[in-house]
């Protein structure tokens, strides 16, 4: 059974010319991590919404654990667990309160609902902080909170959007850690992210949005494969002209005082030998997600670079 089936899925808002879902079809399987990525304003938060029971589609259809999330609204929230993306705690009570009483709140016992609640709190780093009130907490802290509240309660099917916004390295490792943990028992997990290292990180499957649309979707290994070339070299371009690279491939200027050359693996000798000569500082890499995503939804257009794809 699939966790989510979205078919030409579509939500136009009460007072926009424009499409904020545009005939989306989605497939997402279960005990899977399936990521949405997409600029401010693609159509995420939408999509995650529809299918959390909490905004009803223009067009369309989507099923959730085999329930239309339409018709059958009460039983989808039964078995899905939210981090909402605007979600605050509330500001006097603590994490325990928040993580105790939402356990309360979804049926389970006293005995169970505090196992569960220092748990979470423990694999979250919360256990210290677990008695100061929410508005005493920094804002990692506060997020840290919402999150604990989603992983702490036995869901089939988990809504991250953009879970670890505001978080400090280390704190998104425990969250990614606690994702995995959850998709280990067999959960299943829709991700939304701004954070390329984070969906490379935990994604099985992803899906790129823009402006409502799906542009390209496949494992982060199927998406690099949308670059023709499949290696990346930045060098300082002091001393290096635009036109002398391009032979080599697609440059892009990254605005940070080194040109990116997009190559194959046969040139980065040559490529390399260059920059030596001319003392320049170089990095070679394979080409990431980051790069795929700036290349389906960007627009680089000068400098002999990328042009935006067509939609």
Do not use: C
């Not at 999330?69 to 705690?89: T, Y």
């Not at 542009?215 to 499949?230: C, F, H, M, S, W």
């Not at 002091?238 to 605005?255: K, Y």
């Not at 001319?278 to 939804?297: A, E, G, I, Q």
Request: aromatic share 6%; net charge neutral; charged share 25%.
């Amino acid at each position: 059974m699939l966790a989510i089936d979205a078919d030409s899925l579509t939500k136009v808002y009460k007072g926009s010319s424009r499409a904020a879902l545009n005939n989306v079809s989605i497939k997402v399987d279960s005990a899977k991590i399936f990521t949405l990525l997409g600029r401010n304003g693609a159509g995420k938060t939408t999509f995650v919404r529809m299918a959390a029971t909490q905004l009803l589609p223009t067009s369309g259809s989507i099923s959730v654990l085999g329930y239309d999330a339409v018709r059958q609204a009460k039983q989808v929230r039964q078995l899905i667990s939210v981090v909402p993306q605007e979600g605050r705690p509330l500001r006097a009570l603590t994490p325990w309160d928040h993580v105790y009483n939402w356990l309360q709140i979804r049926g389970e016992d006293k005995k169970q609902a505090r196992e569960k609640t220092e748990a979470v709190l423990q694999k979250l780093e919360l256990s210290e902080v677990r008695d100061r009130p929410a508005m005493n907490l920094s804002g990692g802290m506060k997020q840290k909170i919402l999150v604990a509240m989603a992983l702490a309660v036995d869901a089939q099917l988990l809504f991250l959007d953009e879970p670890t916004i505001g978080l400090d390295p280390v704190s998104r490792r425990q969250v990614w850690s606690a994702v995995k943990d959850w998709k280990a028992k067999g959960g299943s997990i829709l991700l939304t992210t701004h954070y390329m290292d984070e969906a490379e990180m935990l994604s099985d499957y992803i899906a790129i949005i823009d402006r409502g649309s799906v542009v390209a979707e496949g494992t982060v290994r199927d998406l690099r494969k949308v670059i023709p070339q499949n290696t990346r070299i930045d060098v300082a371009r002091d001393g290096l002209d635009i036109e002398t690279l391009q032979s080599f491939g697609s440059v892009v200027d990254t605005g940070a005082g080194t040109l990116r050359v997009f190559t194959f693996e046969s040139s980065i000798r040559e490529l390399s030998e260059l920059a030596i000569r001319r003392n320049l500082p170089f990095t070679v890499s394979p080409v990431t997600l980051d790069d795929v995503f700036v290349y389906l939804v960007g627009n680089i257009e000068s400098n002999g670079g990328w042009s935006q794809r067509s939609q």
